[in-house]
């Protein structure tokens, strides 16, 4: 909205410039230069209307991703790849992850995998992330097909204005907090800034409160928010705009007799590069704070960081990261932690997304938190999902997001609007129930075969031992970290095109293999953890295999170790969750029977190398990866659950 009124002023301006492409592209590329992209998206169109050019055509191509005008970015890096892709290599990748915006997953896995094979031997950010979102394309049209039953409502104009709500907090007194990016005054088009308002609700409506100009200080755009518990502090982030660039920092106010104190900012050690979303945890017996953060030591881009403090929010113990269940080489924002489920809620753009910043929620303490789980559709769509929070009454929960309607193939660039869901008090459903767990239970059925892969002698290599204390998960973690290793060694002795393609199969294979199968594991664990919480009796049985580089005794052992790896972690799962089941000491009485079939080399199929001096092929190879791996190979339901 913004843009588009700062477009119409500058039009009768360069309209008197005439119809000249050159005049059209300084337009643009100054326009570009001050962050104002709608503008530049028009001159640089009108520019290519008159003359067709592939420079032009990627900075329109730039300028519309910038401002979220996804299917003109895609229209011209697609004119790009076929074009010029030579010039722009880039092209394939940002195709892909418009069509991504656009639920195009397809199409934008094709694009990913056409980059993925031009550079799979590099390391940086966007290789990476193609390889990622190959998967995440795939799983994402699943997750779109998968729409769960929950009505989501959204508010009406006094809320939801025509300009960008970004976060909504209602505290214990039914206040509604909102920042809202909107101009300083009604009638002006162009000087905008973020504030934070508050609303009750009366007379059947929304009614703003008095606009609070000591919390609003006319410096600072407040982006987000959090209260402690009896609402006498507040957190915010307060930013300010430097030649394009926001910088950020949290800043605390005390309520005294009921009025918001000169905000002070937090300390330095909080404080550190750009910071924002805070977010409180009270427990009983501490207090930490949850905040964004680019500082170093992370895992690229923003990060979640946690620090215990004290009621003045004042540090007294280090600032910790929330590790790489939750991080990622991406941006990951707005944490809230439900204290009374022990569940953290956030938005990133990583993991398996239906598009740009999702919300997922990972079970555990927050110093130890489990693999994150995408809350699906209709929570998530293909747009920007942030703020994810629960009323303090457990009525509601809201969050925005800039989607046109709760459809997954609606296109709404601009702006943020607050959404929110209703929770029901439970009512006892005896069919419901029943029917939910025979519809859990087919979901589980069609994860079978769930095939977990290792590298070559792994775990507890040169040993004959038949156990090993390592979990599946420390064994994927460190064969996944081996990827480039494996790239590099099985391609070697080529070049050219049969190089290119070397390194592709071993990526497709770690890709469409190695990884999609640990993600299956996880929701194999969390179908097993419901139908177990129901006191249904669940069997599984786990197969294992190795490749043909040993005798087969030592290889049956080997198979055995790895079983057990699965089985450590079927132990140690989100603190032990499984652990009563299999022990069949569950008071509700639900049981988790493991069925071991361990076995060697005699499974493995005719040609693959076992020739140890020919590492390329008997270790490195997807042949040989392929055989080194264990199998949930079946899954029994012995009753109905109760």
Same mark, same amino acid.
């Not at 301006?13 to 326009?31: D, E, I, P």
């Not at 401002?67 to 010029?84: G, L």
């Not at 006319?218 to 930013?239: D, V, W």
């Not at 991406?330 to 489920?341: A, G, I, L, R, S």
């Given at each position: 909205?913004?843009?588009?009124?700062?477009?119409? =002023? $500058?039009?009768?301006?360069?309209?008197?410039?005439?119809?000249?492409?050159?005049? $059209?592209?300084?337009?643009?590329?100054?326009?570009?230069?001050? !962050?104002?992209?709608?503008?530049?998206?028009?001159?640089?169109?009108?520019?290519?209307?008159?003359?067709?050019?592939?420079?032009?055509? *990627?900075?329109?191509?730039?300028?519309?991703?910038?401002?979220?005008?996804?299917?003109?970015? /895609?229209?011209?890096?697609?004119?790009?790849?076929?074009?010029?892709?030579?010039?722009?290599?880039?092209?394939?990748? *940002?195709?892909? #992850?418009?069509?991504?915006?656009?639920?195009?997953?397809?199409?934008?896995?094709?694009?990913?995998?056409?980059?993925?094979?031009?550079?799979?031997?590099?390391?940086?950010?966007?290789?990476?992330?193609?390889?990622?979102?190959?998967?995440?394309? /795939?799983?994402?049209?699943?997750?779109?097909?998968?729409?769960?039953?929950?009505?989501?409502?959204?508010?009406?104009?006094?809320?939801?204005?025509?300009?960008?709500?970004?976060?909504?907090?209602?505290?214990?007194?039914?206040?509604?907090?909102?920042?809202?990016?909107?101009?300083?005054?009604?009638?002006?088009?162009?000087?905008?800034?973020?504030?934070?308002? %508050?609303?009750?609700?009366?007379?059947?409506?929304?009614?703003?409160?008095?606009?609070?100009?000591?919390?609003? !200080?006319?410096?600072?755009?407040? =982006?987000?928010?959090?209260?402690?518990? &009896?609402?006498?502090?507040?957190?915010?982030?307060?930013?300010?705009?430097?030649? &394009?660039?926001?910088?950020?920092?949290?800043?605390?106010?005390?309520?005294?007799?009921? @009025? *918001?104190?000169?905000?002070?900012?937090?300390?330095? &050690?909080?404080?550190?590069?750009?910071?924002?979303?805070?977010?409180?945890?009270?427990? +009983?017996?501490?207090?930490?704070?949850?905040?964004?953060?680019?500082?170093?030591?992370?895992?690229?881009? #923003?990060? #979640?960081?946690?620090?215990?403090?004290?009621?003045?929010?004042?540090?007294? +113990?280090?600032?910790?990261? #929330?590790?790489?269940?939750?991080?990622?080489?991406?941006?990951?924002?707005?944490?809230?932690?439900?204290?009374?489920?022990?569940?953290?809620?956030?938005?990133?753009?990583?993991?398996?997304?239906?598009?740009?910043?999702?919300?997922?929620?990972?079970?555990? *303490?927050?110093?130890?938190?489990?693999?994150?789980?995408?809350?699906?559709?209709?929570?998530?769509?293909?747009?920007?999902?942030?703020?994810?929070?629960? !009323?303090?009454?457990?009525?509601?929960?809201?969050?925005?997001?800039?989607?046109?309607?709760?459809?997954?193939?609606?296109?709404?660039?601009?702006?943020?609007?607050?959404?929110?869901?209703?929770?029901?008090?439970?009512?006892?459903?005896?069919?419901?129930?029943?029917?939910?767990?025979? /519809?859990?239970?087919?979901?589980?059925?069609?994860?079978?075969?769930?095939?977990?892969?290792?590298?070559?002698?792994?775990?507890?290599?040169?040993?004959?031992?038949?156990?090993?204390?390592?979990?599946?998960?420390?064994?994927?973690?460190?064969?996944?970290?081996?990827?480039?290793?494996?790239?590099?060694?099985?391609?070697?002795?080529? @070049?050219?095109?049969?190089?290119?393609?070397?390194? =592709?199969?071993?990526?497709?294979?770690?890709?469409?293999?190695?990884?999609?199968?640990?993600?299956?594991?996880?929701?194999?664990?969390?179908?097993?953890?419901?139908?177990?919480?129901?006191? %249904?009796?669940?069997?599984?049985?786990?197969?294992?295999?190795?490749?043909?580089?040993?005798?087969?005794?030592?290889?049956?052992?080997? %198979?055995?170790?790895?079983?057990?790896?699965?089985?450590?972690?079927?132990?140690?799962?989100?603190?032990?969750?499984?652990?009563?089941?299999?022990?069949?000491?569950?008071?509700?009485?639900?049981?988790?029977?493991?069925?071991?079939?361990?076995?060697?080399?005699?499974?493995?199929? /005719?040609?693959?190398?076992?020739?140890?001096?020919?590492?390329?092929?008997?270790?490195?190879?997807?042949?040989?990866?392929?055989?080194?791996?264990?199998?949930?190979?079946?899954?029994?339901?012995?009753?109905?659950?109760?």
């Amino acid at each position: 909205m913004k843009n588009l009124i700062i477009l119409i =002023s $500058f039009f009768t301006f360069y309209t008197a410039l005439g119809q000249s492409s050159k005049s $059209f592209v300084k337009a643009g590329k100054k326009s570009f230069k001050q !962050s104002k992209y709608e503008a530049a998206v028009y001159y640089f169109s009108k520019a290519l209307e008159i003359e067709p050019n592939v420079s032009v055509a *990627w900075l329109t191509a730039e300028a519309a991703r910038y401002n979220k005008d996804y299917e003109i970015a /895609e229209k011209w890096y697609q004119y790009i790849a076929e074009n010029a892709i030579d010039k722009y290599p880039l092209a394939y990748f *940002w195709l892909g #992850l418009m069509q991504k915006h656009l639920a195009k997953y397809q199409k934008a896995q094709i694009n990913f995998r056409r980059y993925v094979q031009k550079n799979a031997a590099k390391k940086d950010y966007y290789t990476l992330k193609a390889r990622h979102e190959i998967l995440s394309c /795939e799983q994402a049209l699943l997750l779109s097909f998968e729409k769960k039953d929950v009505p989501i409502f959204t508010f009406d104009s006094t809320i939801n204005t025509i300009f960008s709500e970004f976060q909504a907090n209602i505290d214990k007194d039914s206040l509604l907090w909102i920042t809202t990016y909107s101009p300083l005054k009604h009638e002006d088009s162009i000087n905008f800034t973020s504030k934070l308002l %508050s609303y009750k609700f009366t007379e059947n409506h929304w009614q703003m409160l008095s606009y609070d100009t000591i919390i609003n !200080s006319t410096q600072k755009l407040i =982006s987000s928010f959090c209260f402690n518990k &009896s609402n006498e502090i507040l957190i915010f982030s307060g930013c300010q705009k430097t030649n &394009s660039q926001y910088n950020c920092k949290l800043y605390k106010s005390h309520k005294n007799q009921n @009025k *918001w104190q000169p905000p002070i900012e937090l300390a330095p &050690s909080i404080n550190v590069g750009y910071t924002t979303h805070p977010h409180l945890i009270e427990t +009983d017996t501490a207090m930490y704070l949850i905040f964004s953060s680019d500082r170093k030591g992370g895992f690229g881009k #923003l990060d #979640l960081w946690a620090v215990k403090v004290n009621y003045n929010i004042e540090p007294i +113990d280090s600032i910790f990261n #929330l590790g790489k269940n939750i991080n990622s080489i991406d941006n990951e924002c707005c944490p809230f932690y439900d204290v009374q489920k022990k569940v953290l809620y956030y938005s990133s753009e990583w993991f398996i997304n239906l598009g740009g910043y999702d919300i997922f929620s990972s079970n555990g *303490w927050i110093t130890h938190l489990y693999p994150s789980q995408n809350l699906g559709f209709p929570f998530n769509t293909n747009h920007d999902e942030v703020f994810f929070q629960i !009323s303090p009454h457990r009525t509601r929960a809201l969050f925005a997001s800039n989607r046109g309607t709760h459809q997954l193939n609606s296109y709404e660039k601009c702006c943020n609007n607050i959404y929110y869901l209703e929770f029901e008090k439970p009512q006892p459903d005896t069919i419901k129930k029943k029917e939910e767990i025979v /519809e859990i239970k087919r979901k589980t059925e069609d994860l079978i075969p769930v095939t977990l892969y290792f590298h070559n002698d792994e775990p507890n290599p040169r040993t004959w031992d038949t156990t090993t204390q390592y979990t599946y998960t420390q064994l994927y973690e460190r064969y996944i970290q081996m990827r480039e290793e494996y790239i590099n060694v099985y391609s070697a002795s080529l @070049k050219g095109e049969q190089k290119q393609l070397a390194e =592709s199969k071993i990526d497709a294979f770690f890709t469409d293999e190695v990884e999609k199968n640990y993600i299956k594991l996880i929701q194999f664990f969390n179908y097993l953890k419901q139908l177990l919480a129901e006191g %249904s009796t669940v069997s599984i049985t786990i197969k294992g295999y190795a490749s043909p580089l040993n005798n087969h005794a030592y290889n049956l052992n080997l %198979s055995k170790r790895r079983v057990q790896s699965l089985v450590n972690l079927l132990y140690s799962y989100e603190d032990g969750v499984f652990t009563p089941y299999i022990e069949n000491k569950a008071t509700n009485g639900g049981r988790l029977i493991i069925i071991r079939e361990a076995f060697g080399e005699n499974m493995v199929k /005719e040609g693959v190398s076992d020739d140890l001096r020919d590492v390329r092929n008997s270790v490195y190879s997807p042949e040989a990866s392929r055989e080194r791996k264990i199998a949930v190979i079946a899954v029994k339901f012995e009753n109905q659950g109760k």
